[in-house]
């Protein structure tokens, strides 16, 4: 079983996912990219969305916008890549038409990337949360119909309340990346009850997975991945 001791973030070592195969726990803080997903790009979802909700012609600039959000993300922050994401993928948009395209469309496509030693350990536990940088808006409907999560602390998008459109910004504290997903987690369990199971698969998910009791990820690294699915 992954070990429970504290380590200073910069260190952390975190074992597979495959150690907590068999073994069942109460409750569990998951990423979805990368980690319940096979993909660690969400970038064909936001297209998805940009074409289902919009139209061809924002799919095609979200596609052109591809090479900064891949420079954005790995050299400047994994949080304003995400913030370009959002904001051609959703400014202007009905919200109606954001949640019709997350119910109907995205599930089957978030379903056929399912890694299954990921599911396995997250269906065992009983309090399934999890946390993601992307929109709640867009992946609550697959992780509460179809991988049976209670609930998704997600990343907010800002809406216009005269309007009922998405305005492509996100709500405070902003995208949710790093210690912002801790935060999140930490205020979800109420601070002295914590996971009893954190997984992730990048360095931004250590923050959360820090403070769960038993901590896993996947091996293989995150950054060439990302390259190799969005390129």
Known sequence: ????????????????????????????????????????????????????????????????????VIVSYLFISEALGIQILIFISFAGLKIRDIELASRAVLPRFYAADVRGDSYEVFARCKRKVVVTANPTLMVEPFVKDFLGGDKVLGTEIEVNPKTKRATGFVKKPGVLVGKWKKLAVVKEFGGEVVPDLGIGDRKTDHDFMSVCKVRARHDCDFEIRCLLVLV
């Open 1 to 68: 079983m992954p070990s429970s001791s504290p380590e200073p973030a910069s260190s952390r070592k975190f074992p597979s996912i495959k150690s907590c195969t068999g073994e069942s726990y109460e409750s569990i803080a998951a990423d979805l990219d990368g980690t319940l997903l096979c993909s660690s790009s969400s970038f064909p979802y936001f297209m998805l969305v940009a074409v289902e909700a919009g139209s061809l012609l924002r799919g095609f600039v979200l596609l052109l916008s591809l090479p900064a």
